[in-house]
Every structure is written in C-alpha cells, then in structure tokens.
C-alpha cells in the first residue's frame, strides 16, 4: 500500500528542491561572525599600542641584540592605519601553516574554517599584549622581549651565539597556550577534524613559526 507522501520525495527531487536538513544535525555558529574578529582585534592592537607609545618608555636595548627602531610621529599612525591587515596576515599565515599539513594528511579542510580557528586563537596574543601592556607600566625598565617562561631565560647566551635568542624567546607560554586554544578552535569549528589535532598544529603551525622567526632572524643581523 503507497501513500501520498511516499511518491512526494521523487517528486520534490525532480522539480529541484532539496528535502529539510535533518533538525538533529551539527549547526555550525554564524560565520560572519568570525570575519569581524580580525577588526575588533585590530582596534585593541591600535589602543594598546597607543597607550604604549603614550605612556611606556623606551625600554634600554639589550647588549649585543639588534632593535628595530621606534616609530614615531606621522609613521606612527600609518603603522595604525595599517594595523588591520597586520592582523589578517597574521591569522592568514596561521590559517595558511594549517592548511598546508591538511593537505599533507590529506584532511580535507576548508580553509575558511581554519582562518576562523586562528581568529578565536587570536584572542591569546590579545591577552599577551595586555600583560605585557600592564606589566611594563608597572617596570618601566622591562627588556621589549618581555613574555614569561621563555626557553631563554633557561639557556646561557654568549656574544658568539645571540641569535639563537630570538628563537629561543619565540618558546614561551602563550606560545603554547596559543597552540592549545587552536586545537580547541579547530574542534569547535571545523566540520570533521583529524584523529590527532595536536600533532597536525604542532607540525604545521609550529614548523611554519620556526621558519619565520629563523628568516627574521637572519635579516636582523645581515642589516644591523
């Protein structure tokens, strides 16, 4: 015995219209959404750094380490203006890094799912800058390079070995706990995620980090 309805699925097929989402499936948060996170980030880098050039002093350069010199006056507002795309390249390069051990596991990923996991990360550096913020208002004398438990503070750098510092100061908490809120973000927002997730932002995101901050390191002491 047929019913009516049993004939309307082929029917609605045909005509073009797809049948009602299961109501029990995953609904994933508003996207649009995490497309204004890099420009809500950008204003707090702008206030921060506002307030550090107001208020915060030059810190004393540490011996036999290069530094990149302050801007001040009319290119300090351009680095403002300029601070939003900072951002995006930022989360691009994290979302890029990711991307790139997907494709090496063959994970297929989206990779706009993976920029949205680097902005809700993002929020780790924002609380960095803020620490570092209070903190150098408090000790004025603090070294630019300020971040707690850095590999550097426990390893003896000589004269003949200084670059091996920045590298070295790259390995602090928020960068591990950066790499944690990824993990979380990647789960939270991807829609199926790799076995081992740790492993993958390891890998990728750490690789991809090492990488640059080795290439920043070898132009800072070529130039200066």
């Not at 082929?10 to 995490?34: E, H, I, M, N, V």
């Not at 390079?145 to 091996?164: C, S």
């Not at 199926?192 to 997730?197: F, G, L």
Request: proline share 6%.
């Amino acid at each position: 015995m047929t019913f009516g309805n049993d004939t309307a699925q082929p029917a609605l097929s045909r005509s073009g219209w797809a049948a009602p989402a299961d109501s029990t499936s995953k609904k994933s948060p508003d996207k649009w959404l995490f497309w204004l996170l890099p420009f809500f980030y950008a204003v707090l880098y702008v206030v921060i750094n506002w307030i550090t050039d107001e208020y915060v002093r030059t810190p004393p350069a540490e011996e036999g380490i290069p530094q990149l010199p302050r801007a001040s006056g009319p290119l300090r507002w351009i680095g403002y203006a300029f601070t939003p795309l900072y951002v995006f390249m930022k989360i691009g390069f994290t979302a890029a890094c990711l991307a790139l051990g997907a494709a090496i596991i063959t994970w297929n990923a989206r990779f706009s799912n993976l920029f949205h996991a680097a902005s809700l990360a993002e929020v780790v550096w924002i609380a960095a800058a803020l620490i570092r913020l209070a903190w150098m208002l408090v000790f004025p004398d603090t070294s630019t390079f300020f971040y707690p438990l850095a590999a550097v503070n426990l390893v003896e750098i000589d004269q003949g070995n200084m670059w091996a510092s920045y590298l070295l100061r790259t390995l602090n908490l928020f960068e591990v706990a950066y790499a944690a809120a990824l993990v979380y973000a990647i789960r939270l927002v991807a829609d199926t995620s790799p076995h081992n997730v740790p492993l993958l932002v390891i890998v990728s995101y750490g690789g991809g980090t090492a990488l640059l901050v080795a290439g920043f390191t070898f132009f800072l002491l070529s130039v200066f």
